[in-house]
Every structure is written in structure tokens, then in C-alpha cells.
């Protein structure tokens, strides 16, 4: 099977979960059907889940008769498949598994017999704790009892009648496996058993078939800009990074989540056992703290109706207030600080489509005025937040710091509710994108919202900065009182552009040891801070190594914020920060490997704040953007509403080309060539080329 593209570049041998030993993880996704791991077993064996976390321990195996010592089997994990060989004195077994968009899971498997007695192969479908029963030559099963308020059923089968083969000696034997799964209260068994009937009598070769599939696999990656540099581990984590977004994409249909959405991982804190029994925190799930940051990755995909309906479903789950909420298909609840107006701006900026505006708008104006009516403070716009999990930045020390940092942060007596400002720029980008939005198509109220933005803005700057030590910190509820706490959001006014030119010192304690440069850029709070906890324990206690701490611990959510904040204010200043950004943009790829090793991609959701050790086990972790840092910063892309601004940093690239990158109908293509020419084309027109780097302004 050739090889592709994306395939080459981030292919893993033996990629395990850290957590459970043994267990492998498995690369695509479909619209429904994936798997969290699998074991180490011909066939598809392991968690696999449908939706949401169900823990289906199996869709099918195949059993050999000899039997065999799968520990030393060999496995290379590739985005669209997963590879297994196995050899012993007797057999070869060489096994591809493979997951289609329509929710059909399939196996080519080669058998050869290298001894002198034959073996039998045999299709097992014995999922526990479902209902089994036989369709024709193939098995079906279902879920006895709903979950999520769906139930899955499958069919299991292979293309020969028997449920058993004999491989003699000498013989080798080439097949399909495969299992088409579905959702019972909107499918029939006779539809997800004609799914796998067609599939399975196409007339094609095992081999077309893994061919054909990791063909598909590819295409989506095809239409998504490309880059590539003279830094090898930039071009890979920018390549891995459009895989997390890939595989993270579902298209559930059902319940509250009617429109395609964008999970926050396909791994989870849940139960492995036992089978359909889900315990315990799941990221596949709409989460809408996390939503805005995959779509400012997201939307430079050249896809703009899924992008569109990415924005449909976010905008369709408002609570009682007009409160965004996140959501499985059975219930919707959890809603989190966010800037997702703010981030659907950004989206339209690209696409520059004002009939898809005129459809939002409305629901774009009940969320800003819902957040302004539900969470603004007596005296001013600073949103108040008095459940810190509600910011997704979970024991930020602040918190406590009325209550002098106490051992039990559980006890609820010792929280302060804040003027956060996370939540505060969250709601004046919020509040800013929605006066843009509806200034492009003639909403006459649109200065009205421009004009509480820099309302909020002027609030933060007044209120929320301390000019004796250089930074903007969280305000007691009531008294405006600061608390002392150096956490990581008072960077974000430099990220939204609202902080005046003169108080650049407060983004420049990124860069000291003494602050949050502690090693693994970068930490969650201060080194100056009682409470600061590079591990992630609290006051001296340690937590588990899989909790979720904001009180030192290093963040992808936080480390691309922050890094868009000193790329957008080294453009504002004469790029002063280009060298600091260079820095501190490889740090945070180089977190995106295991361990350090760049042969194995391994995302995850917190770090040690000084060693980089990973402290959490969710592989292909997605609530945090990186892409949009090379395409604004490296490649120096800002898109207005009139016009595109190239202005790019200089990180220290020999060279770099970014190309099919799609804004407005227009194809853009940036490069720095070996010679020191900067070169800008449209449609394959030059529109700047220049020795060394320039800023460059093309209309739109």
C-alpha cells in the first residue's frame, strides 16, 4: 500500500496510551464510529466508542487456531490506519485496520503459513453485554439499553460464507474483515446491514480496499493550506495539528447535536472496563470553553460550509438566560467563559460571507447581551465569575487569595468570586466582533455595541492594572480590591489589543525565569506566587497526576494565547518580540512530542511547569490553537475587513513557504526563498517581492 502524505509525516511505531500499557491507539475517526484505543489483537478489539464513550470491547477478531504470542507483535500507528505484524516460527500475520467516514470499521489481514500443519481462522462477534444475533452470514449486535439516549447497533461479517477458513501449509490468505455500525433510533437494523452488504460486495481487492480508504483519509488534508520551512519540527507539528482537528471533527446528527462539531479529544479520564460502563470526565463532546480555539485553527480550512455549521451548532444550545452551553446529544449544561463571537468574526473576515451574518446575527446579539446581563459587575462591564471552573483555568490561586491560599481549596466558604480577566477579554472580543459583524451589513445598533466594548476596554485598563508591579490582575466582585495573584490571563489585554503601548513590561514577564518563563513556557501562575505548583498540587498536597490545575502547570490552552499576544505586540511595536517569539514558538511545538521525542506526537493537556513531563494521558488533545500562530506571526497574515496585511516575523528561517491559502476566493502564497527574497503571490500573481522581509498590503 503506498504510503501517504500525511501518513509519512507523523507515522509512530508502537504509539500506546501512557496510562494503560499495552493499549494501542488508533488514528482516524469517522462521522461516528472511532475507537479511544484497541488491543494488541487481529481485529478490532479494545474501546471503541460511537458518538459519545460507550466502551464496546469489540466489533469483531479473528482467531487463529495455533496460537499466538501477540506481545511481540509490531505496530506502526499512522493517521489513517493502523499497521500490525506478527511473526512466529509457524505464520506471518500482516493486519491494516481502517475507519471509513461511514462508520464502518475494516481489517485487511494476510496469512501465511510458514509450517507444516494447517490453522484455522475464525470471525469471532462476541461483544459483551450486547444482544447478538445472526443476519444471514453476517452477526448483528446492539446495545441493550440506551446510552446518551441513543442505542448502537452493528453488523459483523467477512466475504466468505463460513464463519471459519483452514490456511494449509504453504498457503497464503488475504481478506476483509469489517463491522458497520449505527445509531438504532434513527437507523434501522436493515440499513446498517445493507451498509456492510455493499460494502463488502464491491468487487474490489483486499488491498484496493485499505488503498481506497487511506486515499479518503488523505483528501482532506489536500485542501488544507501547506507549510513547510527549513525548521523540520515546525512543518511536523503544523501537519500533526491539522491531524488533531481531523480526527476531533463529528458528525453526529442526533439529539443536541444535530450539526457537525469539533470535540476536545477522542481519549478520556473515563472507565476502560467494565464494557458499556462510561465513568468519569469524556472530551467527546461539544465543549464550548474550547470551541473558539479550534476555530481559529479551524477557519483557515477552505471548508466553508462545514465551518458554518461548526458556528450552527455552537449558537443553537443557549440556556434559559441566552447563555451558551456545551453538550452531548441527551442534555446540554457545563457552559464556559468563551469567545466564540469574537472567533465567528474571524471566521467571516476569510469568507467575507454577509448573508451567513444576517442568519447569525440574531443569535449572535442574544449571547453578547446574555453575558453582559448574567455576569457583568454592579459598577462595570468585568465579568464576575464565582465558579472558577467556569473559566476552564480550574484552582487559578486568585481564587483564594482573600482567604490566604487555605490547604482545602474544596472548602467552598474559602473561594472569592473575581472580575476575571479571561472572562472580561473574552467578552470585550465578544462584545467587539459582534459591533464589527453587524457594522458590515448596516445593523444601525452596531455602534452601540463598538462603543461598550471600549467601555470595557477603558474599565480593564483603569481597574484591573496595578502600575506598581506591572500587570493586570483578577478584581475582588465587590470592592475592586486586586488579587495579588500573577496568573496567566493577566497577559490576555496584550493578546486583545486593548493594552496602551506603555505598559508592554506585564507581557514581558512571559519572558522571566521569575514569572511564568520557568522551563516549559508557560506556567499557569507565577513563580512569585504562595500557591505556585509546577506539578499541579496545591499548598504542599500533591493531586493525582491526571487532575486538572491551573496553579503552575503548563497549558497548551494558555501557551498559544500567550504567544499571539507577543507575536501581535512585537507588529505593534517594531517587532521587539520576534527573537522571544521564535523561542517560545518551539518550546511550545516541541511539547506537542512525547517525552521529547519527535518521532512520537503526543499532545496532551497539561505539563510539568519546569521538566515538560506530561501530567495528563489525552493523546491528540484539542482545546488550544497553533496553526493560526504560524500563518499570523510566521507567515505574518492578518486579514481586515478591507484588505489582507502581510507582515511577518523573523523567527530565524533560512526559508518558508506557505501556500493554498484560501481568503475570499483568492489563493495566497507567502515565501521566504533560500536567497533572502520575500515573495507574495494572489492567483498566481506577484504581487511583492523584496530582499528580506517587508509589510505588505494586497486589497480585497
Request: aromatic share 12%.
Amino acid at each position: 500500500m503506498k504510503e501517504k502524505k500525511i501518513d509519512k509525516m507523523l507515522a509512530t511505531k508502537n504509539r500506546m496510551l501512557r496510562a494503560y500499557p499495552g493499549k494501542l491507539l488508533f488514528g482516524p475517526a469517522a462521522d461516528r464510529l472511532f475507537a479511544d484505543c484497541l488491543d494488541r489483537k487481529p481485529g478490532f478489539c479494545g474501546n471503541i466508542d460511537f458518538i459519545h464513550k460507550i466502551n464496546l470491547d469489540m466489533l469483531f477478531e479473528i482467531v487463529c487456531s495455533r496460537k499466538l504470542n501477540m506481545v511481540t507483535a509490531r505496530t506502526i500507528w499512522y493517521p489513517s490506519h493502523l499497521l500490525l505484524e506478527y511473526e512466529d516460527d509457524h505464520l506471518c500475520l500482516e493486519e491494516t485496520k481502517h475507519l471509513n467516514e461511514n462508520d464502518i470499521a475494516f481489517c485487511r489481514q494476510t496469512w501465511t503459513n510458514k509450517g507444516n500443519q494447517a490453522f484455522r481462522l475464525t470471525l469471532r462477534v462476541e461483544p459483551t453485554g450486547c444482544n447478538i444475533e445472526k443476519a444471514g452470514n453476517y452477526t448483528f449486535f446492539s446495545m441493550p439499553e440506551p446510552l446518551r439516549d441513543y442505542r448502537v447497533g452493528v453488523c459483523a461479517g467477512w466475504q466468505f460464507a463460513e464463519n471459519e477458513i483452514t490456511v494449509e501449509p504453504g498457503c497464503t490468505v488475504t481478506l476483509i474483515a469489517a463491522a458497520a455500525a449505527g445509531n438504532l433510533e434513527t437507523e434501522t437494523k436493515e440499513d446498517i446491514i445493507k451498509k456492510l452488504d455493499a460494502f463488502l460486495h464491491t468487487g474490489q481487492t483486499p488491498e484496493e480496499y485499505a488503498e481506497e480508504s487511506t486515499e479518503a483519509y488523505q483528501r482532506f488534508f489536500d485542501r488544507a493550506p501547506e507549510f513547510t520551512s527549513s525548521d523540520p519540527m515546525l512543518d511536523k507539528t503544523w501537519w500533526y495539528r491539522w491531524y488533531i482537528l481531523r480526527n476531533c471533527t463529528s458528525k453526529p446528527g442526533f439529539g443536541y447535536l444535530q450539526h457537525p462539531t469539533v470535540y476536545e479529544g477522542r481519549a478520556h479520564k473515563t472507565s476502560k472496563y467494565p464494557p458499556l460502563s462510561v465513568k468519569g470526565w469524556e472530551f467527546s463532546r461539544l465543549i464550548n470553553l474550547s470551541a473558539p480555539l479550534q476555530m481559529t485553527d479551524y477557519r483557515w480550512y477552505p471548508d466553508k460550509e462545514l465551518l458554518h455549521e461548526f458556528v450552527r451548532g455552537y449558537l443553537s444550545l443557549p440556556d434559559d438566560n441566552g447563555v451558551l452551553q456545551s453538550a452531548f446529544t441527551d442534555h446540554k449544561g457545563g457552559g464556559f467563559a468563551n469567545y466564540i463571537v469574537w472567533a465567528i468574526y474571524r471566521i467571516y473576515l476569510l469568507d467575507g460571507d454577509k448573508e451567513f451574518l444576517k442568519e447569525i446575527l440574531p443569535a449572535l446579539k442574544r449571547t453578547v447581551d446574555a453575558n453582559t446581563k448574567m455576569y457583568s459587575g454592579e459598577n462595570d462591564l468585568l465579568q464576575v465569575e464565582v465558579k472558577h471552573a467556569r473559566t476552564g483555568k480550574e484552582c487559578q490561586p486568585s481564587f483564594w487569595y482573600f482567604s490566604d491560599f487555605p490547604v482545602n481549596y474544596k472548602d467552598k466558604s474559602k473561594i472569592t468570586p473575581l472580575k476575571r480577566m479571561d472572562s472580561s477579554v473574552y467578552h470585550y472580543l465578544n462584545i467587539k466582533g459582534l459591533g464589527l459583524m453587524m457594522e458590515a451589513v448596516g445593523d444601525a445598533e452596531a455602534r452601540s455595541y463598538l462603543e461598550m466594548a471600549d467601555t470595557l476596554a477603558s474599565q480593564i485598563n483603569e481597574k484591573a492594572w496595578d502600575e506598581e508591579t506591572k500587570f493586570y490582575y483578577d478584581l475582588h466582585y465587590q470592592t475592586d480590591e486586586k488579587a495579588m495573584v500573577k496568573n496567566i490571563v493577566g497577559i490576555y489585554p496584550y493578546w486583545a489589543d486593548l493594552a496602551p503601548a506603555d505598559r508592554l513590561a506585564g507581557l514581558e514577564k512571559l519572558f522571566s525565569p521569575e514569572y511564568f518563563n520557568t522551563g516549559a513556557v508557560f506556567s499557569t501562575v507565577a513563580r512569585d506566587c504562595r500557591a505556585y505548583a509546577a506539578h499541579g498540587g496545591w499548598m504542599g498536597n500533591l493531586k493525582g497526576r491526571d487532575s486538572c490545575m491551573w496553579d503552575g502547570p503548563s497549558w497548551p490552552y494558555t501557551n498559544g494565547i500567550a504567544l499571539a499576544a507577543i507575536g501581535r505586540q512585537s507588529k505593534n511595536n517594531g517587532h521587539c518580540y520576534d527573537g522571544q517569539f521564535g523561542e517560545f514558538l518551539r518550546k511550545y511545538a516541541y511539547q506537542h512530542y512525547r517525552n521529547g521525542n519527535l518521532e512520537e506526537p503526543y499532545l496532551v493537556e497539561q505539563y510539568h511547569a519546569e521538566t515538560g513531563e506530561n501530567l495528563s494521558d489525552e493523546p491528540d488533545y484539542n482545546h488550544s490553537f497553533f496553526n493560526d500562530l504560524i500563518i499570523s506571526y510566521v507567515a505574518g497574515v492578518d486579514v481586515l475587513e478591507d484588505k489582507v496585511v502581510i507582515d511577518p516575523l523573523d523567527i530565524g528561517l533560512e526559508y518558508f513557504t506557505l501556500k493554498n491559502l484560501q481568503i475570499r476566493g483568492k489563493c495566497f502564497e507567502i515565501s521566504l526563498e533560500k536567497d533572502g527574497t520575500f515573495r507574495v503571490s494572489v492567483d498566481g500573481r506577484v504581487c511583492a517581492a523584496t530582499k528580506g522581509y517587508q509589510k505588505v498590503e494586497i486589497p480585497l
